[in-house]
Structure formats: C-alpha cells, structure tokens
C-alpha cells in the first residue's frame, strides 16, 4: 500500500508487467503489449485533459475581457466542451471536389499526432517518462515538424487556393520561428550538458530560469508563435483570408486540427516547465540515488505547467493580432540576432566559470551576464526606436508637393 501512494502509476504498471509474464507470455511480447499500453495511457491522458482545457482556457480569458464564459452545459459549463465535440461528431463530413483525397484525409491525423508524439519524451517523474532517449531536445524539434508539414499538406490537398495560400503563409512563419527556437533550446542543453531531457531536469539544482532568463523568453515568444496563438494566430486569420489552411474541413476532421492546437498550447507549457521550471523537481521527491515520493513530481510538474499555461493564455486575451509583415521581421530582425548572440556569450561565460564553482555561483555568474546582455539589447532597441521616431517626425514635417510642382518634375517628386 506504501508503494502504491509512494506511486501509483508506476505501481499499477508494474502489476500489469508482473500479470502478463505469470500468462506466460513471452518477455518480448510482454514489452510490446506494455509499450502500447504505455502510448495508450499518455495519448488518452493528453486526449482528455484538453477537455477542460479548453473549458478554462474560455473562462480565464472570459473573466480578462468581463465576460461569464460557459455557464449554460453543466454546472459552470462544465460539460460545454463535451457538447462542442458531439456537436462536431453529428456534423457532416464533407470532402471538395477534386481534393487529393489522401492527403486531405491525412492532414487532420497528422497535426494530432505531431503533438502527441512529443509527449514520449517528457518526463512526469524521475522514474515516469516514456522514453528517456539521448536525443530528447532534437527530438522534440524533428517531431514539432511534422506540425507543420499537416498544415501544408491540409492546404495543398483540399484544392482551394485560399486554403493554399494560408498555407503558405504558415509554412513560412513556423520556419522562420524555429530557427530562434532551436537557438534557445539549446542554451537547456548547454547547461545540463545532455539533450536527455531527464537529465536536463535533473541538473537543474538552480531552474534555468534564473541562469537564462533571456533564453526563456525566447522560447516562450518563439514556441507561441510555433502553435499560432495570439499575436501570431496568422494561421487562422478568418479576418483576412476565409479560415486559413482548414477552410474545407468540416465535422471532426476540423475538430482535430482545433484539438491539435488547443493541445499543442498546453505540450508547449509543459516543455517550458520541463526545461526551464525544474519539471518535477520539489521537495521530497527524491531522485534514482534516493527514492521518496515519485509521484509527488507528478505535482509539481503539473503546477508549474499550468502556471506557463495560464500565461499563453493571459497573452491570447489581452494582445491584438500582428501583421505578417511584422511578425517576419520581428523574427529576422529581432529574435534571431538576439538569440545567436545570447547563446554565444552562455557558452563562453559558462566556459570560464571553474568547474570547482557551486551551483548557485554559477547561477549567479549567469545571471548577472542576462542582466547586463538584456539592459544593453533592451539600449539597442531603444536607440533603434528613437531614430525611427525622428525619421517619422522627418518625413512628416516636410511641406506636401502641390500638383504644379509634381508636373513641373515631371512627375517625379522632389527629393530634400
């Protein structure tokens, strides 16, 4: 009884291993039933926890615009998000004409399971993870992409040049949002000296949080716009392009590709927990040298997601959509260089730091280099802006060219 409130989890697995092999199964078939069992259990657990997700995501951001939310389905509109899937379950399912059937059809299965998949690799506990392989952050990126390659593949299959060119559009602003992305990942994976991302919470005596912060916000920023949220919800910009890639899919099909994005919101909090929070780490929990109580990780690792995901979703209720434009440069001109500098000095201050250094020295040698990397970024930006301002004033304060100068120039205006 002490094991199993020690942890339950690993406990109920382990009695299921321990039943199988007394049927006499072979240990090979044995691993293979318990693996499936193990996809089975987080997949499920992924699947239904984006149910009252979805119910708090509209309540929170509700009561940030003074607005009720659901409050009709179920007592406080619990059981809204329910009726939402019956509703999508009962609607027709259309296919276009002349839609690449296969493609179109595959499209909504694979923005599911691109998400799902990251999950194997996110440890809920020190001895609760799917897999715990060496690749974990890389990974994580490789899998993220087959995200994008459903959104195209939804665009190209559904033979409608809307749907296409939304598309596009989102092809090149996930592409262009990985790339600083990847740059603050790796800062995780410098600090913790491996891409297992067990290990990149168990090195996290100090979270690194506090010795990157610049890297978080980075990840943070750029991971948003990887899902499509607001600001960056350019994706789906009904205002501007119908309803973007999914404009020709209809019943659960589009429920998918809404699943997959509501989902995808949440596996982001969970990473950013992972990599920058300490995942599981607490007090008494314990580790592989000295066991306490595992699934007191569990715990932790879901607090401190939600409180990542609450902060997606205060972004989505309060800032107003960007464009494109904008949102390309802000990438390209911005983040990118902020990024390869970033990681740059990381490596070369965490170089020097002697090997002999405490774990909270280190965090404060790291630290104070964000703060003094951040405070002269955040001068750049400042001088930056100030020139834009006066060039602004510029270009404002010069007299108008009336019509009988212009044709005098030929057309041409004159330059002063």
């Keep these: 009884m002490i094991e199993f409130l020690k942890n339950p989890f690993v406990f109920i697995y382990l009695q299921i291993e321990l039943l199988l092999k007394g049927a006499g199964l072979s240990p090979a078939l044995v691993s293979v039933i318990m693996q499936i069992i193990g996809v089975l259990a987080v997949s499920t657990f992924g699947l239904l926890l984006i149910i009252f997700t979805i119910w708090l995501e509209r309540k929170v951001v509700a009561r940030m615009q003074d607005r009720l939310g659901p409050n009709r389905a179920g007592p406080f509109g619990l059981l809204q998000t329910v009726a939402?899937?019956?509703?999508?379950?009962?609607?027709?399912?259309?296919?276009?004409?002349?839609?690449?059937?296969p493609v179109y059809n595959i499209a909504p299965l694979l923005a599911v399971i691109a998400v799902l998949l990251i999950w194997a690799v996110i440890p809920f506990s020190w001895n609760m993870i799917g897999t715990n392989v060496n690749i974990g952050v890389i990974y994580v990126v490789a899998v993220g992409a087959f995200g994008t390659l459903s959104i195209l593949m939804a665009g190209w299959g559904s033979n409608n040049k809307y749907a296409l060119l939304g598309a596009f559009r989102v092809v090149a602003q996930l592409i262009s949002y990985e790339v600083p992305m990847i740059l603050a990942l790796l800062v995780p994976v410098l600090l913790s000296r491996s891409m297992r991302m067990n290990d990149v919470v168990a090195g996290q005596t100090v979270w690194y949080i506090v010795l990157a912060p610049i890297s978080a916000v980075l990840f943070l920023i750029t991971s948003v716009a990887e899902v499509g949220r607001t600001p960056f919800d350019l994706l789906e910009a009904e205002s501007e392009i119908v309803a973007g890639y999914h404009i020709e899919y209809s019943g659960m099909k589009f429920a998918m590709f809404f699943l997959a994005e509501f989902l995808h919101a949440f596996t982001v909090s969970a990473l950013f927990a992972t990599l920058f929070l300490g995942g599981w780490r607490g007090p008494g929990v314990g580790d592989l040298s000295n066991p306490g109580i595992p699934v007191l990780g569990v715990v932790y690792f879901m607090v401190k997601t939600f409180l990542v995901y609450f902060v997606i979703m205060w972004v989505r209720g309060t800032l107003p959509r960007i464009r494109i434009d904008h949102m390309l440069a802000f990438c390209w001109k911005?983040?990118?260089?902020?990024?390869?500098?970033?990681?740059?000095?990381?490596?070369?201050?965490?170089?020097?730091?002697?090997?002999?250094?405490?774990?909270?020295?280190?965090?404060?040698?790291?630290?104070?280099?964000?703060?003094?990397?951040g405070a002269v970024i955040l001068m750049m930006v400042g001088a930056v802006a100030r020139r834009a301002r006066q060039q602004a004033v510029g270009l404002a304060g010069q007299p108008a060219v009336g019509a009988g100068q212009l044709a005098a120039t030929g057309g041409r205006r004159v330059a002063r």
């Design 84 to 101: 939402d899937a019956l509703k999508l379950l009962t609607k027709e399912d259309i296919t276009p004409t002349g839609a690449d059937r």
């Design 334 to 373: 911005f983040l990118v260089p902020v990024s390869l500098i970033n990681i740059m000095v990381l490596a070369v201050v965490d170089k020097l730091i002697p090997t002999t250094a405490g774990a909270w020295p280190r965090a404060g040698i790291l630290l104070f280099t964000n703060l003094v990397l």
